[in-house]
């Protein structure tokens, strides 16, 4: 049976948003877990412990927004390498699997305006100070969750067609 990916993506951003508002999470676990209960990810409820150190962009420090770094760990888990040590060279990483990567966080940039969360946090005057003023991390968050079903939806092979978004390649010669 082939799943309802537009009914999965309205509960996935519904829960992360009401995860993070009424479930204690923070933004990386109330992604995962929306993933996971909206039934676009199959894995245990425990799982959401693996995105818990991502919160505050790993442990309050800002660095990746925790509610992208969900995304990227949802879709990894359904499309990412099972056997790594198994790939020829890092040209067939880059050539089968980056893509679909590249893309989610280059729509996730587009929609938050950063893939870092102290800049995502730090665009209102308050920044975060408590749990009433961050109404940018709700968002993002429901937008992430959004954005991760998105990519779970498309295929191996579809991803492997997409285009480097090369305003979000930091890298020095990675396209070499």
Not at 28 to 37: C, N
Request: proline share 3%; glycine share 10%; aromatic share 8%.
């Amino acid at each position: 049976m082939e799943k309802d990916w537009d009914a999965i993506r309205e509960l996935a951003v519904e829960y992360a948003v009401d995860n993070m508002t009424n479930r204690k999470m923070n933004c990386s676990e109330s992604v995962f877990e929306a993933l996971i209960r909206s039934g676009a990810v199959d894995a245990p409820l425990s799982a959401v412990a693996l995105a818990t150190g991502f919160g505050g962009g790993g442990g309050g420090v800002g660095f990746t927004c925790g509610a992208l770094a969900s995304a990227i760990l949802a879709n990894s888990m359904v499309h990412g390498r099972v056997d790594p040590p198994s790939a020829v060279d890092r040209m067939e990483l880059k050539g089968k699997f980056y893509q679909r990567y590249n893309n989610l966080v280059s729509e996730f940039v587009k929609i938050a305006g950063s893939g870092l969360c102290r800049e995502i946090v730090n665009a209102f005057p308050d920044g975060y100070v408590d749990e009433h003023t961050r109404p940018n991390c709700l968002r993002i968050a429901g937008e992430a969750a959004g954005i991760a079903v998105d990519f779970l939806r498309i295929s191996p092979d579809d991803a492997a067609m997409l285009s480097y978004d090369e305003a979000v390649v930091g890298i020095n010669n990675w396209f070499n």
